[in-house]
């Protein structure tokens, strides 16, 4: 099976909500609620992935010095497996615009449960809620 790997990041603001964005209409799950990021290229490290995809995704620059690495998710899906590494931010620049169109939400990680995610995503939400 083949196995894909994804950086997540929880962006988390000065009154301690994270941002979760959502999958647009053509993706893969799409409507389900995510953490920002994505797939990790070859020679790339998580880090530089996030860097890049916060980048791309969100118009922010963030630093690697400012990536906590928090936990992971390891699930099989039909086609693949998952491992995803899920770090921490609170420092980036710039300010977060949707340049996707994604829709997104700041959210208290006591509430993140109220949105559905992939499953993947799920097991990551004790662990923020237990962090932040």
């Not at 010095?65 to 491992?83: G, K, N």
């Not at 208290?108 to 932040?132: E, G, T």
Request: hydrophobic share 45%.
């Amino acid at each position: 099976m083949k196995m894909v790997l994804v950086a997540a990041c929880a962006l988390v603001d000065a009154d301690g909500r994270v941002l979760i964005a959502k999958r647009p209409e053509g993706k893969v799950m799409a409507g389900l609620w995510e953490f920002p990021g994505g797939k990790v290229e070859a020679g790339e490290t998580p880090e530089r992935a996030l860097i890049r995809e916060l980048k791309e995704e969100l118009s922010i620059d963030v630093t690697a010095a400012c990536l906590a690495p928090l936990t992971f998710a390891s699930h099989t899906y039909e086609h693949f497996h998952l491992l995803m590494p899920l770090y921490v931010c609170r420092r980036w620049s710039g300010a977060v615009t949707a340049r996707e169109g994604q829709e997104f939400a700041w959210v208290k990680p006591l509430n993140l449960r109220n949105y559905p995610m992939p499953p993947a995503d799920l097991p990551l939400i004790p662990h923020l809620r237990d962090a932040l």
